[in-house]
């Protein structure tokens, strides 16, 4: 049996053992790792910085992995040189180890530049699962980081340490982020993605030195000036780590240098991975290894296969919640180029195509990535654009929903994060009867990474899969391992009605943040108000009814039903603001006054002196509806939108829905209320209303689908109640409504609501009044509080000191 040493148990490595195994699974094989941790994927390490993952959830082979195949792993041991006449690899503690193939999978470091006071206390690197352990240990809230660097490996650090509560700034040489992958536009979409999420962006900014005596306390430029800093890291490249092979002689230039089927000057020796350099490339992203490892095991097993060919620079990521396709040329500034462009500010898209002779030859694509595919396929085939030159930044979609799988080569990597190409997930479909997206990652791990290719995983499964099924069921938490849908049969068939009857039975007797507040709504839905209320498992601002803001202070909006008020009303609010020193009162987006920086013990006096009902702006609830003064004052009104929006507020007001709920009803198509962004929207029209669901005006900006077009203000109203119950008994907690939308789809509710039985309109509209009689306003607690502490202020512990001895 032929002995196969590999040095590096990393992604590249490995996954050319993989290979290997399903080639020829007769080789004596002993791998070597610097790091005493068994293979994981590097790319999720930003998941465990930022808390997301645990360290044990992105590990790739287990050690019972190694075991099965009698594979020896030899973890945290560093192989010091190469006997190439003997052919032995020997280790740091003069162990050897004979080879008759050896594959160098050395991967890379982080290169540190040569900045004075790189070594003090506090300054690190952002590679390794350790040193994402190190990190995750200094991690606090409000701790002064600074990141040097603006690429992607930078951009994930700050994140994750951002996630953890510390004041991150991004400090990048560059005059953009990530310049190797974007330009200047497509750089400042992210910085301003980064700054909205509270990260403090500096560029270009050359770092000079970074000071402090013995650990690091800040940063300082060449321009002079300078920033606090308790944590560095330093993300500013890597470097092929190529030393073990140019100490045994091969050829190395930046990498080891290797032919088209990895091979080194020395026949007997292979290299795979970012310690290579191919036809004067090296590599930092992980798709093309992922092919140089099947290359490799092709040619280390005498199997025919293709020779390796670096593909066009790639990069497929999703950075901070916005998407990024970035591929081949992306300088215009090259000889004969052309460039097409569109952005939308508003929607965080932008579109950079590049053009020679009529030929794509890069791209840039941020925020909108769905027409990568169509792209990549006009860049590879090299086709001649002429005739398409109107259709370049929106290429025709025919009506065939499975065309672009089809038009994709078996070749092609779905998933770049994990090497996972279209034939393998085919294969995968066929030999092993997959069907659904969860058992697709289990069996390629496609879609396991940054989960950009989801979606088209789901294509790929919907077209080939004979029998797909569309994955809806969402486990609640750890604590209570059950699908919402699942839980929903239990709680309702055991007559469940208490949070700790159901964690008890079916729970971990605990519960958490996440499940408490979940099974509390869902068992105030399920048994209509009518179950044991458990205060204690509701979040802070449903336990005392008002929105705490980041002072402790909590904010009080009366309802005004339709954004309808009255002098009183006014001068009650305006009296209360003076009476109680509120610092702000302010006119809210959904048509209401709110009062801002009302102390907790004050709550129920205002609550009192105000004399109007709660508002609900705290909650996971009916917020408001908002309307425009429609036929009653409006030339252009059809409909008397106020009457019938200040109607739908009184018929739902103070329940209950799985997130917030707005709504808004208009006079006419001319929307001046917005009810085609909102969860709930009723459009008035010359003799006829519209109902639209799931509309959304926030992060993201989603036009409602119209749900039905009915004659009546009545009928309007009614298939508003028939959608909000249905959404009430089926979505998931903190699932907004055009998720819910999304995710079931309009034809399925219009099947289950207004289209549904009469028998089944009836028991959703029964259940609603149920649910509706036994609703108050909950300021109405204000007399009768709670508990006896409900509305007392807490006041910080203060440390005593203890007297001292004479």
Same mark, same amino acid.
Request: with cysteine; aromatic share 6%; hydrophobic share 40%.
């Given at each position: 049996?032929?002995?196969?040493?590999?040095?590096?148990?990393?992604?590249?490595?490995?996954?050319?053992?993989?290979?290997?195994?399903?080639?020829?699974?007769?080789?004596?094989?002993?791998?070597?790792?610097?790091?005493?941790?068994?293979?994981?994927?590097?790319?999720?390490?930003?998941?465990?910085?930022?808390?997301?993952?645990?360290?044990?959830?992105? %590990?790739?082979?287990?050690? @019972?992995?190694? !075991?099965?195949?009698?594979?020896? *792993? $030899?973890? /945290?041991v =560093? #192989? +010091?040189? &190469?006997?190439?006449?003997?052919?032995?690899?020997?280790?740091?503690?003069?162990?050897?180890?004979?080879?008759?193939?050896?594959?160098?999978?050395?991967?890379?470091?982080?290169?540190i530049?040569?900045?004075?006071?790189?070594?003090?206390?506090?300054?690190? %690197?952002?590679?390794?699962? @350790?040193?994402? !352990?190190?990190?995750?240990?200094? *991690? $606090?809230? /409000?701790? =002064? #980081? +600074?990141? &040097?660097g603006?690429?992607?490996?930078?951009?994930?650090?700050?994140?994750g340490?951002?996630?953890?509560?510390?004041?991150?700034?991004?400090?990048?040489?560059?005059?953009?982020?990530?310049?190797?992958?974007?330009?200047?536009?497509?750089?400042?979409?992210?910085?301003?993605?980064?700054? @909205?999420?509270?990260?403090?962006?500096?560029?270009?900014?050359?770092?000079?030195?970074?000071?402090?005596?013995?650990?690091?306390?800040?940063?300082?430029?060449?321009?002079?000036?300078?920033?606090?800093?308790?944590?560095?890291?330093?993300?500013?490249?890597?470097?092929?780590?190529?030393?073990?092979?140019?100490?045994?002689?091969?050829?190395?230039?930046?990498?080891?240098?290797?032919?088209?089927?990895?091979?080194?000057?020395?026949?007997?020796?292979?290299?795979?991975g970012?310690?290579?350099?191919?036809?004067?490339?090296?590599?930092?992203?992980?798709a093309?290894?992922?092919?140089?490892?099947?290359?490799?095991?092709?040619?280390?097993?005498?199997?025919?296969g293709?020779?390796?060919?670096?593909?066009?620079?790639?990069?497929?990521?999703?950075?901070?919640?916005?998407?990024?396709?970035?591929?081949?040329?992306?300088?215009?500034?090259?000889?004969?180029?052309?460039?097409?462009r569109?952005?939308?500010?508003?929607?965080?898209?932008?579109?950079?195509?590049?053009?020679?002779?009529?030929?794509?030859?890069?791209?840039?694509?941020v925020?909108?990535?769905?027409?990568?595919?169509?792209?990549?396929?006009?860049?590879?085939?090299?086709?001649?654009?002429?005739?398409?030159?109107?259709?370049?930044?929106?290429?025709?979609?025919?009506?065939?929903?499975?065309?672009?799988?089809?038009?994709?080569?078996?070749s092609?990597?779905?998933?770049?994060?994990?090497?996972?190409?279209?034939?393998?997930?085919?294969?995968?479909?066929?030999?092993?009867?997959?069907?659904?997206?969860?058992?697709?990652?289990?069996?390629?791990?496609a879609?396991?990474?940054?989960?950009?290719?989801?979606?088209?995983?789901?294509?790929?499964?919907?077209?080939?899969?004979?029998?797909?099924?569309?994955?809806?069921?969402?486990?609640?938490?750890?604590?209570?391992?059950f699908?919402?849908?699942?839980?929903?049969?239990?709680?309702?068939?055991q007559?469940?009605?208490?949070?700790?009857?159901?964690?008890?039975?079916?729970?971990?007797?605990?519960?958490?943040?996440?499940?408490?507040?979940?099974?509390?709504?869902?068992?105030?839905?399920?048994?209509?108000?009518?179950?044991?209320?458990?205060?204690?498992?509701?979040?802070?601002?449903?336990?005392?009814?008002?929105?705490?803001?980041?002072?402790?202070?909590?904010?009080?909006?009366?309802?005004?039903?339709?954004?309808?008020?009255?002098?009183?009303?006014?001068?009650?609010?305006?009296?209360?603001?003076?009476?109680?020193?509120?610092?702000?009162?302010?006119?809210?987006?959904?048509?209401?006054?709110?009062?801002?920086?009302?102390?907790?013990?004050d709550?129920p006096?205002?609550?009192?002196?105000?004399?109007?009902?709660?508002?609900?702006?705290?909650?996971?609830?009916?917020?408001?509806?908002?309307?425009?003064?429609?036929s009653?004052?409006?030339?252009?009104?059809?409909?008397d939108?106020?009457?019938?929006?200040?109607?739908?507020?009184?018929?739902?007001?103070?329940l209950?829905?799985?997130?917030?709920?707005?709504?808004?009803?208009?006079?006419?198509?001319?929307?001046?209320?917005?009810?085609?962004?909102?969860?709930?929207?009723?459009?008035?029209?010359?003799?006829?209303?519209?109902?639209?669901?799931?509309?959304?005006?926030?992060?993201?900006?989603?036009?409602?689908?119209?749900?039905?077009?009915?004659?009546?203000?009545?009928?309007?109203?009614?298939?508003?109640?028939?959608?909000?119950?249905?959404?009430?008994?089926?979505?998931?907690?903190?699932?907004?409504?055009?998720?819910?939308?999304?995710?079931?789809?309009?034809?399925?509710?219009?099947?289950?609501?207004?289209?549904?039985?009469?028998?089944?309109?009836?028991?959703?509209?029964?259940?609603?009044?149920?649910s509706?009689?036994?609703?108050?306003?909950?300021?109405?607690?204000?007399?009768?509080?709670?508990?006896?502490?409900?509305?007392?202020?807490?006041?910080?512990?203060?440390?005593?000191?203890?007297?001292?001895?004479?």
């Open positions: 049996m032929k002995k196969l040493v590999v040095v590096g148990n990393g992604m590249a490595g490995v996954a050319c053992v993989e290979h290997i195994l399903k080639h020829k699974p007769d080789f004596d094989i002993t791998i070597f790792g610097d790091e005493t941790h068994v293979n994981y994927n590097r790319i999720m390490l930003s998941l465990v910085l930022a808390g997301e993952k645990s360290a044990d959830e992105i %590990v790739l082979n287990d050690i @019972d992995w190694y !075991r099965s195949h009698s594979i020896r *792993a $030899r973890l /945290g =560093k #192989v +010091a040189r &190469i006997d190439r006449a003997a052919r032995l690899v020997i280790d740091e503690e003069g162990e050897a180890a004979p080879y008759d193939r050896l594959i160098l999978a050395t991967g890379s470091s982080a290169f530049p040569p900045i004075p006071g790189v070594d003090k206390k506090n300054v690190h %690197v952002f590679r390794t699962l @350790d040193d994402t !352990r190190h990190l995750t240990a200094k *991690a $606090r809230k /409000g701790l =002064k #980081v +600074a990141v &040097i603006g690429g992607l490996l930078g951009l994930e650090a700050a994140r340490l951002q996630v953890r509560g510390c004041d991150v700034t991004v400090v990048h040489l560059g005059s953009s982020l990530m310049d190797k992958q974007l330009d200047a536009t497509g750089g400042e979409y992210l910085k301003r993605r980064l700054e @909205d999420l509270g990260i403090r962006v500096m560029l270009p900014k050359q770092t000079a030195a970074l000071t402090g005596n013995g650990k690091v306390e800040g940063l300082r430029f060449a321009s002079g000036d300078q920033i606090d800093a308790e944590l560095v890291v330093i993300a500013t490249g890597i470097r092929p780590n190529a030393e073990l092979a140019r100490d045994a002689g091969l050829h190395v230039n930046r990498g080891i240098v290797v032919n088209d089927f990895l091979e080194t000057s020395d026949p007997a020796i292979f290299a795979v970012e310690c290579t350099e191919h036809r004067g490339q090296t590599f930092g992203l992980v093309p290894l992922f092919d140089q490892a099947r290359v490799l095991a092709a040619k280390i097993t005498e199997q025919p293709p020779a390796f060919a670096a593909p066009a620079p790639a990069a497929k990521l999703k950075i901070m919640g916005v998407d990024i396709y970035s591929a081949g040329v992306i300088d215009e500034s090259e000889p004969e180029t052309e460039v097409v569109y952005e939308d500010p508003g929607l965080g898209a932008y579109k950079k195509l590049l053009l020679r002779n009529n030929r794509l030859i890069g791209m840039i694509l925020g909108d990535i769905e027409d990568e595919h169509i792209y990549m396929d006009w860049m590879r085939s090299a086709a001649d654009l002429s005739g398409m030159r109107r259709q370049l930044l929106f290429p025709p979609r025919g009506v065939d929903t499975g065309l672009s799988i089809a038009e994709m080569p078996d092609e990597t779905i998933c770049g994060c994990n090497g996972v190409r279209k034939g393998d997930i085919i294969q995968a479909i066929h030999r092993h009867g997959v069907t659904t997206l969860h058992q697709l990652k289990e069996r390629t791990r879609s396991t990474s940054c989960g950009t290719c989801a979606g088209t995983c789901e294509k790929l499964l919907r077209a080939v899969a004979p029998d797909f099924q569309e994955e809806t069921a969402t486990t609640l938490c750890s604590c209570v391992p699908s919402y849908e699942r839980l929903r049969e239990i709680v309702r068939g007559k469940l009605k208490s949070v700790e009857e159901v964690l008890a039975v079916y729970g971990n007797r605990k519960g958490c943040e996440v499940c408490k507040p979940a099974l509390s709504y869902m068992l105030d839905m399920l048994w209509c108000g009518e179950h044991d209320e458990d205060r204690s498992a509701r979040f802070i601002n449903d336990r005392v009814h008002a929105n705490i803001q980041k002072d402790g202070t909590f904010s009080v909006v009366p309802r005004m039903r339709g954004g309808v008020t009255t002098p009183d009303e006014l001068r009650r609010i305006a009296d209360v603001a003076e009476k109680y020193n509120v610092p702000m009162v302010k006119v809210t987006g959904s048509q209401r006054l709110d009062l801002l920086g009302v102390k907790k013990s709550l006096a205002v609550w009192r002196d105000l004399g109007m009902a709660s508002g609900q702006a705290y909650t996971k609830g009916v917020r408001m509806v908002k309307t425009c003064v429609g009653e004052f409006c030339r252009f009104g059809t409909q939108s106020t009457s019938a929006g200040i109607e739908l507020e009184r018929r739902l007001e103070n209950f829905t799985p997130h917030k709920f707005k709504m808004g009803v208009v006079g006419c198509p001319r929307n001046c209320a917005e009810a085609t962004v909102k969860d709930l929207g009723l459009i008035g029209q010359d003799g006829s209303w519209q109902v639209v669901v799931g509309g959304a005006a926030g992060k993201s900006v989603r036009k409602a689908d119209l749900l039905i077009t009915v004659e009546t203000t009545e009928q309007a109203l009614e298939a508003g109640e028939l959608f909000f119950q249905y959404y009430r008994e089926n979505g998931n907690y903190l699932e907004r409504s055009y998720d819910f939308v999304e995710r079931l789809g309009i034809e399925k509710i219009r099947k289950e609501t207004v289209y549904a039985p009469d028998e089944v309109k009836r028991g959703l509209l029964e259940r609603l009044a149920r509706k009689a036994l609703s108050h306003d909950a300021w109405l607690e204000g007399a009768q509080p709670f508990t006896p502490t409900q509305f007392v202020q807490i006041q910080p512990m203060q440390t005593i000191e203890e007297p001292q001895l004479v």
